[in-house]
């Protein structure tokens, strides 16, 4: 089993920065990779980055390139997202999670493809 834990949620206006943190506990031997996915009111959870935890592979959403980093610190089983430029739209509660095994092709994407989940983080954008 593996915990997450995600903060660094809160309100900001619109072209602030916010950097959410995810650390992880128990099985963190067992982390392959970390994703970050992300709710809106009245919407589907939807993919938002991803990264590799041995190497520096990373994956964004379209909609988040260039605004938004994933990166992470194996050493303190510790995984972060660095938001900059917030728009309204990224308003949603962010949630960070992990594989059982490792992720190849489309499961990268894919909440499915991810075991353990953390309670979230939301964040709010004004504009």
């Known amino acids: 089993q593996v915990q997450l834990v995600e903060s660094g949620g809160g309100l900001v206006q619109a072209g602030g920065s916010l950097r959410l943190s995810c650390a992880a506990s128990?099985?963190?031997?067992?982390?392959?990779?970390m994703g970050w996915f992300r709710q809106a009111p009245g919407k589907e959870r939807e993919f938002v980055a991803a990264?590799?935890?041995?190497?520096?592979?990373?994956y964004y959403a379209d909609s988040v390139k260039g605004r938004l980093t994933i990166s992470r610190d194996s050493a303190a089983n510790t995984g972060y997202l660095q938001m900059n430029s917030l728009k309204p739209e990224d308003t949603a509660v962010y949630y960070c999670?992990?594989?059982?095994?490792?992720?190849?092709?489309?499961?990268?994407?894919?909440?499915?493809?991810?075991?353990?989940w953390g309670q979230g983080t939301r964040v709010t954008v004004s504009s």
């Open positions: 999670a992990v594989p059982n095994s490792r992720l190849w092709g489309s499961k990268w994407f894919s909440g499915s493809a991810y075991d353990y």
């Open positions: 128990g099985r963190t031997f067992s982390i392959y990779a």
């Open positions: 990264i590799s935890w041995s190497g520096p592979t990373t």
